[in-house]
């Protein structure tokens, strides 16, 4: 075909291809081997595939379960990290980064994975809080050049919920701050800009009160466009299992705005985690069954429709803990040599 057909149309061709053919065709000749690994074919495939799942409807999510036997996979020390594409099933082995405990003692850290659209760069942000609690501090991963950043106090200082997940919105990851203040905390969104690595904050909806500690828990996400930041809050003071907000005009206090609020509708069930929106606006939960007898106990997955109210189970219930992310499939480190097939 290469013979007889302009190299602009055998381009446009491979683009359109799915994955499995297109790691096929890398084996067809030298020529379209080259092509396909190029990084400029590469950033093309996944602007394609993300224009085309735009068009079609398609909203693919990846789901990681844990089983009980390994709760442990959640540890907070979080220094052993690779890249990992299921696409293609290849992985790149991160070097570990300089904040461990052999080199600085006690700590807890999190991270968030982000593409820096500026230079076309995968990086992982690491952001570790000093045991006991006096300074935090951030490190960065660069795919593109391969190492970590020295690294450099959290500006403005504060503390992280360790155990909530991040959410890349606009350019930028979020996690949900707190910053001591006499004896009650004040909390705040910390948003980290992936392509200038500078930190701001964003505030809260105004009608929540950012000093109640003992009774908030905040948790981020992305809304099902994927272009507004989003938030489950829990507060203890009221009935409601779970409120529902998303912020419509980005860093616009104002715009935050609430969806729905999450009730008891068997008193059988209890809530345990919001997960994730899908592309259609609705939820994915982890709730508990607790009904004995006909029903197995357990952790089961359901998507809550915010229109009807309706709970529809997903038919998953393996695993003791769950998180879900939104997903494109792509051939992203079929250009590494460091990569490992897994």
């Known amino acids: 075909m290469s013979d007889y057909l302009p190299q602009e149309v055998i381009t446009n061709i491979l683009l359109r291809l799915p994955i499995k053919s297109l790691v096929i065709c890398t084996s067809v000749c030298k020529s379209w081997g080259s092509m396909i690994t190029n990084s400029s074919f590469i950033q093309a495939h996944l602007s394609h595939r993300i224009n085309f799942n735009n068009l079609h409807g398609t909203h693919l999510l990846l789901l990681h379960g844990v089983s009980c036997q390994n709760y442990d996979d959640l540890s907070r020390l979080g220094y052993n990290f690779m890249i990992w594409n299921p696409s293609i099933r290849k992985s790149v082995i991160l070097p570990k980064p300089g904040l461990r405990y052999e080199t600085f003692g006690g700590y807890n850290a999190c991270h968030g994975f982000a593409f820096d659209a500026i230079i076309k760069d995968y990086k992982v942000?690491?952001?570790?809080?000093?045991?006991p609690r006096d300074q935090t501090f951030v490190e960065v991963y660069s795919l593109a050049a391969g190492s970590w950043s020295d690294s450099r106090l959290v500006d403005p200082q504060c503390g992280i919920n360790i155990g909530s997940p991040q959410a890349f919105v606009n350019g930028a990851l979020h996690w949900d701050a707190h910053r001591f203040r006499s004896s009650s905390y004040r909390y705040f969104i910390l948003a980290f800009d992936v392509s200038s690595e500078l930190?701001?904050?964003?505030?809260?909806?105004?009608?929540?009160?950012?000093n109640l500690a003992s009774f908030l828990s905040l948790q981020l996400s992305v809304s099902g466009d994927g272009k507004s930041l989003a938030m489950f809050v829990r507060d203890s003071t009221r009935s409601s299992f779970l409120d529902i907000w998303v912020m419509k005009e980005y860093s616009v206090q104002e715009s935050w705005t609430k969806?729905?609020?999450?009730?008891?509708?068997d008193p059988a069930d209890s809530l345990l985690r919001p997960l994730c929106f899908r592309k259609s606006g609705?939820?994915?939960?982890?709730?508990?069954?607790?009904?004995?007898?006909?029903?197995?106990?357990?952790?089961?997955?359901?998507s809550l429709d915010l229109v009807s109210g309706q709970?529809?189970?997903?038919?998953?219930?393996?695993?003791?803990?769950?998180?879900?992310?939104?997903?494109?499939?792509?051939?992203?480190?079929?250009?590494?040599?460091?990569?490992?097939?897994?």
């Open 259 to 265: 969806l729905y609020s999450i009730y008891p509708q």
């Open 199 to 210: 930190f701001r904050e964003m505030m809260l909806p105004k009608s929540l009160d950012p």
């Open 282 to 302: 609705e939820v994915v939960l982890e709730i508990y069954r607790r009904r004995y007898g006909e029903i197995k106990t357990g952790i089961e997955l359901f």
């Open 311 to 342: 709970l529809e189970p997903l038919g998953i219930s393996r695993y003791h803990y769950h998180t879900m992310d939104p997903y494109h499939e792509s051939i992203v480190l079929l250009d590494r040599n460091d990569a490992i097939f897994c």
């Open 125 to 131: 942000v690491r952001i570790v809080e000093e045991e």
